[in-house]
């Protein structure tokens, strides 16, 4: 799927007769090893092609600039995550042991994407051709979680409610809580992150019966 | 609380020898009423000081910008709010009682308050001179509604949970929930947000006992 920035910062990307996609794989693997260690602020194209071994030519040939960049690189990792969570969704058990192993896949997405996923937090609503870019990646993230959700309704394993709205919830809710714990790794280990979230998601605040 | 946008887009903002708080108030309310009509991204300064009866000089003496402009509505907006959502905790009744009366406070905020919330939910994340905006008010709202979860798992209402985590996850569900209810008004009654809320703050994904 090929989502772009709108409005462009810097200069328009030129027209690529034959795009290659080992050039574009590179550049973005180098956008991500810059973004790793020093965050995605501090990026300059002059290091990211420098890293990647191109002309900054090349670049824009690819990218209309760096918030483009920062498209297309979210664009790649909500696939690839989307990917990696439609396979725990689709295993065997329980619905909560689905969401227990598709949240086991998103913790450690952000703790790999970690300097771009509080990018992404901070900066995702940048407008593109699909719309708000957090706005697109959450929808996506919803319309895969949703099936689940109706299967454990139907199993009698969660209360019915409007699918949608709790899928929603429920992404938005991982989201929230994973981006805190990133600023609070200090204080708050990885397991106990997930315990919370899969409590807080399955019970809420009742006490235990 | 003084905050001010910080890299403040426009001119620098002169210095006041003694700022009128009745001109600051007139300015912030000629705002509001342009934001509930246009959307914040369509205010235009020009516009702004000719609906309050001022000079763009004067605007200048006030706020840096645009993005300084923002940054004192939504900390007017929070504290406005603050002050409403802690009324509702103080009152009579079981927790359960109490977050239900401050949603009722927070719907009408959001209601109310439409365009400029779903700004504050798109561009919020504005660098300030207390830390980035939207991270500013979750904080403030989270530590006025920690002392609510502690008494009610005091009272043996709610389950024992690091009251600090489960206030983020609270306040974060409601932002996002309310942000998704007014883009989906046309299919979602108040009402029935309001509920689905309640329940999943209350019960998550449980079904009934």
Redesign the interface.
């Known amino acids: 799927m090929e989502i772009h920035a709108v409005r462009p910062q810097g200069r328009e990307r030129r027209g690529l007769g034959t795009a290659n996609p080992e050039v574009r794989r590179r550049l973005l693997k180098a956008a991500v090893k810059i973004i790793r260690e020093q965050g995605f602020p501090a990026l300059r194209i002059e290091d990211l092609v420098r890293e990647a071994g191109f002309s900054v030519g090349t670049f824009y040939l690819y990218f209309n600039g760096k918030a483009d960049l920062f498209v297309n690189l979210t664009v790649e990792h909500t696939q690839w995550l989307r990917g990696r969570l439609r396979a725990s969704y689709q295993g065997e058990g329980t ?1 909560l042991e689905r969401l227990a192993r598709a949240l086991d896949v998103y913790l450690d997405f952000v703790t790999e994407a970690e300097a771009g996923f509080l990018h992404f ?3 995702g ?1 940048v407008q593109t051709t699909a719309g ?1 870019l957090s706005a697109w990646a959450m929808a996506q993230h919803a319309a895969d979680l949703r099936p689940v ?1 109706e299967e ?1 309704m139907r199993r ?4 019915q ?2 699918p949608e ?2 899928a ?3 992404i ?2 991982n989201q ?2 994973a981006g ?1 714990w990133l600023q609070h790794k200090d204080t ?1 280990a990885r397991q ?2 997930k315990q ?1 979230i899969l ?11």
Do not use: N, Q, W, Y
Not at 156 to 159: D, I, P, S, V, Y
Not at 199 to 208: I, N, Q, W, Y
């Open positions: 619905t937090l901070e900066s609503h708000p959700l454990g009698g394993e969660l209360r409610e409007d709205l709790l929603h919830a429920v938005a809710l929230s809580v805190f708050h106990r992150i919370f409590t807080f998601v399955t019970s809420g605040l009742a006490p235990p019966p």
